[in-house]
């Protein structure tokens, strides 16, 4: 009886864990489907109560559209690549209706870059095996790529609007000099390496910002896990406040979030993108309207002694999760990274005497990269 246990125990387990036992619910789905406006049809499958469409079913959809993107596939390397504002080409069949597939659905092993960047936010099942096609959440795409993905309840339509939602890419690109009426409208929202904009603009550095526009504690500095209950000196009234009330009060037009450097120190991957997420969220509501960019944190120097708790390591990780939380929030992500880095950290001439923050000319450098990476 103990071995016929054992060997039952064994079965199950064995069972459980096989490839091709599905831990997703997958069926076809029966959801009507809108393109600005016009009733459209494809093969769609509902995948844990969400739509997933074949990538090239829906680049043919929006083709001459404002959220028109190609598709290539390059088999050597298993990459999908996506580049937006380009025409589909067509390679036959897309749009075509077929059997159901659901029991053959997998998660996709594949590569995809997002013009020329790999997209690990995009979810993306397998279904027909090697001579299948990719799936993709539809919501993931309308984000990723500058689509809006809405749902009639009673009507059982999903509807697609195009040029109407997120940017197709978080991070901000290279603009004209936006020059200092862009300036004057941010607020900068962050810790100790936020703090240096208005303490050096004190200085005689008047390329930079005055503390005006400058949102830290009191103490000069924020840890990200403590958004919800840290408070900032309000500078309209030099009163303390909590970030979301401050948001509330003032409704600043463009906000930059520079948070994160601290957290890294003990904060995981889960945390820190669940905490800058709520922080996001907190101050949309909060604030609708303001534009909300979520910028880098910066590297930091040789001479930085406190190298096992921060190093440029943990930044280059955390940089990452923090476009990501732009990217899935819909609001933009700045890389001013690259504005103040050489080799990858900071340069020492750069750093104000610690190896962390820092100089007022390498905010100087900042406040450039700012201006010429400007919303549009």
């Known amino acids: 009886m103990k071995k016929a246990f054992v060997f039952l125990l064994a079965l199950a387990l064995l069972l459980c864990a096989a490839p091709g036992a599905l831990a997703f619910r997958v069926q076809l789905s029966s959801q009507s489907m809108k393109v600005d406006g016009k009733p459209v049809e494809c093969q769609a499958y509902n995948i844990d109560d969400s739509n997933y469409l074949k990538l090239r079913d829906v680049a ?15 088999e050597a390397s298993r990459t999908v690549q996506i580049v937006t504002g380009e025409a589909y080409v067509p390679v036959g069949g897309e749009l075509a209706p077929g059997e ?13 870059l997002l013009n020329g960047r790999e997209e690990a936010g ?8 090697e001579a299948g096609q990719n799936y993709f959440m539809l919501r993931d795409l309308g984000k990723a790529l500058g689509f809006g993905v809405e749902y009639d309840e009673a009507s059982r339509t999903v509807l697609v609007s195009t040029g109407k939602s997120a940017p197709a890419e978080a991070r901000l690109g290279l603009t004209q000099d936006a020059g200092r009426e862009y300036l004057d409208k941010i607020v900068f929202l962050g810790d100790s390496t936020t703090y240096g ?13 005055p503390p005006s526009q400058v949102w830290t504690p009191k103490n000069g500095t924020m840890t990200l896990s403590y958004y919800a209950t840290a408070k900032i000196v309000y500078p309209a009234t030099g009163t303390e406040m909590l970030i979301a009330d401050a948001a509330a009060q003032a409704k600043p037009e463009i906000m930059v979030i520079t ?17 800058y997420t709520a922080l996001v969220e907190s101050i949309r509501e909060a604030s609708p309207d303001t534009k909300i960019i979520l910028n880098s944190i910066y590297p930091v120097a040789d001479s930085y002694a406190l190298q096992k708790s921060i190093n440029n390591t943990k930044i280059n990780a955390a940089n990452v999760w923090i476009e990501q939380v732009a990217k899935d929030t819909g609001v933009r992500f700045l890389y001013s990274f690259e504005a103040v880095e050489k080799d990858g950290k900071l340069p020492e001439s750069l750093q104000n005497g610690d190896g962390l923050h820092l100089t007022g000319e390498a905010f100087g450098l900042v406040m450039e990269y700012i201006r010429t990476h400007a919303l549009p």
């Open 60 to 74: 043919m959809l929006l083709n001459g559209t404002e959220s028109k993107f190609s598709v290539t596939y390059d």
């Open 100 to 112: 159901d597939l659901s029991d053959t659905a997998r998660p996709s092993g594949q590569t995809i």
């Open 122 to 129: 995009l979810r993306a099942y397998n279904i027909g095996g």
């Open 197 to 209: 904009i208005g303490y050096y603009y004190r200085h005689g550095y008047t390329d930079l910002c």
């Open 259 to 275: 948070l994160g450097v601290n957290g890294i120190s003990f904060m995981d991957k889960d945390w820190f993108i669940r905490d």
